[in-house]
């Protein structure tokens, strides 16, 4: 069970922090990510592969990376969002799986593939009917399984659960859920399932940086997600790529990836 966890929480962004960040500090050519309780391996594949990956399609902005144990990350994080100046990205190491792992219920007889995943969308759309003033994101789609073309019963599923209006959903993770010979062509039936269902003002672009570079690099991903959303009108795109986001995780408006 631990190994499920060696890459178990790359925080997309530290919301409560960036949401009293000056503008100015969120418009900046820079990118701090705080990374705790890592192994050298992990900092290894960081510095040489998932880094340069991204300088490669983002020379013009400066990665501060900063490293951390976890004998004070309880008073790090609270004085993060104390005083609105935490770092953009927070990683947590394989270390957080040694810590804690033990204290996870073991999923692996759940977890082992769609038929058993699946089992797992009735009870989200029962926690979020039950919950209708709490927001919920859809994460990766939910997981479908692209790499072997099944469509049903997930985009039913995803269909009930979109019929929710206080959930949302990630356009992310389907260049791994795929496979390494993946197509647009083959994605495109989830990505209009989703659009359809949840409308772009409720569909959200996520990279998966840097768990994507599995399967593809970060400019591979969002071109691909542009050719799947050019059918959309200019403003519906605004939407998929920072408006949904904005509004849904309170962000200030700070426009869309239009160079993504």
């Known amino acids: 069970m631990k190994s499920r966890f060696l890459l178990v929480a790359i925080v997309a962004m530290l919301l409560m922090a960036a949401a009293v960040m000056p503008a100015a500090a969120q418009t900046s050519k820079s990118l701090e990510i705080y990374i705790a309780g890592a192994t ?12 340069p990956a991204f300088q490669k399609d983002h020379a013009d902005v400066k990665l501060d990376i900063i490293t951390g144990g976890w004998d004070a990350f309880d008073a790090t994080v609270a004085g993060w969002i104390t005083t609105g100046s935490g770092p953009d990205i ?22 082992k593939d769609w038929a058993d995943l699946k089992n797992y969308l009735p009870a989200a759309i029962d926690t979020v009917r039950a919950l209708p003033g709490l927001t919920f994101v859809l994460d990766h789609l939910s997981k479908p399984p692209i790499a072997v073309g099944e469509l049903h019963p997930w985009a039913e599923l995803v269909r009930e659960l979109a019929a929710l209006p206080n959930v949302s ?9 795929a496979g390494p010979h993946w197509t647009v062509a083959g994605l495109r039936p989830y990505a209009e399932v989703v659009l359809d269902a949840f409308g ?20 591979d991903v969002t071109s691909a997600a ?6 959309l009108t200019r403003e519906e795109q605004a939407q998929v790529f920072g408006g949904t986001a904005a509004r849904v995780y309170g962000l200030p408006a ?5 160079s993504a």
């Open 40 to 51: 050298q391996d992990e900092i290894d594949w960081f510095n040489n592969t998932a880094f």
């Open 90 to 111: 927070v990683y947590l190491g394989s270390e957080y799986a040694a810590t804690y792992g033990d204290l996870l219920t073991n999923m692996d007889p759940y977890l």
């Open 169 to 177: 959903c990630k356009l992310s993770g389907m260049v791994t859920e």
């Open 200 to 219: 772009p003002a409720r569909v959200m672009f996520g990279s998966d940086w840097p768990v994507c570079l599995l399967a593809a690099s970060y400019a």
């Open 226 to 231: 542009r050719e799947l959303t050019a059918a």
């Open 254 to 258: 700070a426009g869309t990836c239009e």
